[in-house]
């Protein structure tokens, strides 16, 4: 299987806000687009829950009357990217001060460990999706505000949003599910983690019902691994203070266009009670290299990539998601790969167009320049290099924690090229101690599966130096793309995924050999 990962929304580093220009550069190329989503998210309401100082008696609109928001509203980003984070408190009068002295921590799911924050520079690691909070003391008060946060592998498709914040009676969102790639999808599957928090039909529209986080799961039918799509949805209440707006609202949430394409947006603002009111918006885009947007709210898209169109009322901002589609794309494969400590693999990228209505994609001459680069290094998710001219990857010898990731990208210089995405993971292929008197091991040189034709035994066998079979010798088998071919972990049984080729390692301690598997319909 191909494809190519267009990242979810990314909201591009600020230079100087404790982000490099160098990573800021990596994130831009990284926008581009189906999702890696996977990559960000975006918030379509008041990006927020909150406490606040309490209201006046009067019951009026006053200065002393404030709340804290979340500007940088929901996210979805992938294992190892930095993200900073920004708030304000706006009071009574619709007016705003940053919240530089905010504190950022942030809690997974059931405790589970997503991510951590320096400062308001949130990295996120593991997979999962928890709450990021914002507390800052003004006036004697802690004020605080709550987003929700995904941190997952990049998917084979994408979906706008890719992450949501809304509220009960606000109406419904649609997901938009886009794929790019050379595989068949048959449509798409829909569900929730908490069906009395938040529903999805069997066409993707995302209903709110009461306050509370949940996961929406978006399945691409047809495809194989990785073709899960998560998306964090967090429901709020409306502010206890007396606010001119309490809410903004963005129509649609989301768009998927094409370059030089329009979309124009519409914003509506509401009060504490839930009733419109008139209001004065002003637009903005946060990546406007990415795409522009006018008074108006007519979005221009520019270059491929993702971004958030705001509408700000009053200090109160609406969100929508813009994912700009490529012209042409380029596709790794394999997609996914799990490579042994101090192991090689190598991907091979080629280049395709896009036609606009379809999605469908045709395979061209790949551009000249094409250069091959790890996105994330350093820290924990520095696991891997990979050669910038030819594809080959080198997992690195100090990498030994199972199933551990990074994303391997090629690259063209230019602005209507999507770049090509490959996960690479550190793999669990222990081959324990060597058993006495084991050389070789017997195993054939290759392997065809059909799609249809279920598990298949291979024969293999830890020899000695005399060809004798070595009793006792335990062989254990490994896959380095689990999209087309897996292996049962009691049988050894080779599982056919998909259509395309795969190694299988067989190893007993440190004597090993490889089977190169197609796997056909």
């Known amino acids: 299987m191909a494809v190519f990962a267009v990242n979810k929304v990314k909201q591009p580093p600020k230079i100087g806000n404790q982000v490099s220009q160098k990573q800021t550069f990596k994130h831009r190329k990284m926008k581009k687009t189906l999702t890696i989503l996977g990559l960000l998210a975006v918030a379509f309401a008041t990006t927020f829950t909150w406490q606040s100082c309490k209201k006046s008696d009067s019951g009026s609109s006053s200065s002393s009357d404030v709340a804290l928001f979340i500007q940088s509203g929901a996210l979805n980003l992938e294992p190892g990217q930095a993200m900073p984070y920004t708030a304000v408190i706006v009071n009574g009068k619709g007016e705003t001060t940053p919240a530089a002295n905010a504190t950022w921590t942030v ?3 059931g405790g589970a460990s997503i991510g951590a924050f320096s400062g308001n520079i949130f990295t996120g690691s593991g997979t999962g999706f928890g709450t990021v909070t914002a507390k800052v003391t003004t006036g004697g008060k802690e004020l605080t505000a709550t987003v929700p946060v995904g941190v997952y ?3 084979l498709f994408n979906v ?6 809304w509220t009960t ?3 419904t969102i649609p997901l938009l599910p886009v794929y790019i790639g050379t595989s068949t999808i048959s449509g798409y599957s829909y569900s929730s983690s908490n069906p009395s928090v938040a529903t999805v039909s069997s066409t993707g529209e995302v209903s709110f019902l009461a306050a509370g986080s949940c996961l929406i799961t978006v399945t691409g039918n047809g495809l194989s691994a990785n073709n899960k799509v998560y998306i964090p949805v967090m429901v709020v209440g409306m502010p206890p203070v007396t606010l001119p707006v309490a809410r903004v609202a963005v129509t649609p949430g989301g768009a998927n266009i094409f370059r030089g394409d329009n979309v124009t947006f519409s914003a509506k603002a509401f009060n504490v009670s839930g009733n419109e009111v008139s209001s004065t918006f002003t637009w903005a885009s946060q990546d406007p290299s990415v795409a522009t947007v006018d008074a108006s709210g007519k979005v221009t898209a520019l270059q491929l990539g993702s971004t958030i169109i705001t509408a700000t009322a009053k200090g109160i901002v609406g969100q929508a998601e813009v994912q700009v589609l490529p012209d042409t794309a380029i596709i790794v494969t394999p997609y996914m790969a799990s490579i042994a400590p101090d192991g090689y693999k190598q991907l091979v990228a080629k280049a395709y167009t896009v036609d606009h209505s379809t999605k469908a994609v045709s395979e061209i001459t790949m551009p000249a320049g094409l250069k091959w680069e790890v996105p994330y290094t350093g820290g924990y998710f520095d696991i891997a290099t990979v050669d910038e001219n030819t594809g080959m990857v080198h997992m ?3 990498s030994t924690t199972p199933f551990l990731s990074t994303i391997v990208i090629a690259h063209v210089t230019s602005p209507t090229i999507d770049p090509g ?3 690479i993971s550190v793999s669990d ?5 060597k058993a006495a008197g084991v050389t070789h091991i017997s195993a054939p040189a290759s392997v065809n599966l059909n799609i249809t034709g279920g598990p298949q035994a291979v024969s293999a066998q830890a020899l000695d130096a005399s060809n004798n079979p070595v009793a006792g010798a335990v062989l254990k088998f490994c896959s380095d793309n689990m999209t087309v071919c897996t292996v049962d ?4 049984q080779l599982i056919p995924v998909s259509p395309g080729n795969a190694i299988i390692t067989v190893c007993n301690g440190d004597v090993q050999t490889t089977i190169s598997v197609t796997v056909s319909f």
């Open 153 to 155: 592998t990049p998917a």
């Open 421 to 423: 995405v490959a996960v």
């Open 107 to 109: 809690i997974g799911d």
């Open 169 to 171: 009676g606000a109406g």
């Open 160 to 165: 706008v949003p890719s992450a949501i914040v």
């Open 489 to 492: 972990a009691t049988t050894n």
């Open 429 to 433: 292929c222990d081959c324990g101690t």
């Open 396 to 398: 690195k010898a100090t």
